[in-house]
């Protein structure tokens, strides 16, 4: 049988879920241990971000119009 690794992270936390109604809440651990990570984007990059979103839409946007054309060529057939 194989060892786990003793390296698993188990400190690190992504979301603060110490939320009041749960039974775990502790107002004094409120905002403790939250560290803001933040690393500074450059113009070059938002811009690649910005193109790599749209991208990522062009599928959906370009199927969208095709299925109102279509659509619209139908009615257009039918109609006349």
Do not use: C, H
Not at 8 to 32: Q, R, V
Not at 58 to 73: D, K, T
């Amino acid at each position: 049988m194989k060892k786990k690794p003793e390296d698993l992270d188990t400190e690190t936390t992504f979301a603060d879920m110490n939320i009041e109604g749960f039974k775990w809440y502790d107002p004094s651990k409120k905002k403790k241990g939250m560290k803001k990570v933040s690393t500074p984007v450059s113009r070059k990059e938002y811009w690649a971000m910005v193109r790599g979103a749209f991208l990522a839409a062009l599928p959906f946007i370009i199927g969208a119009i095709a299925i109102f054309g279509l659509i619209y060529l139908i009615a257009f057939l039918w109609l006349s």
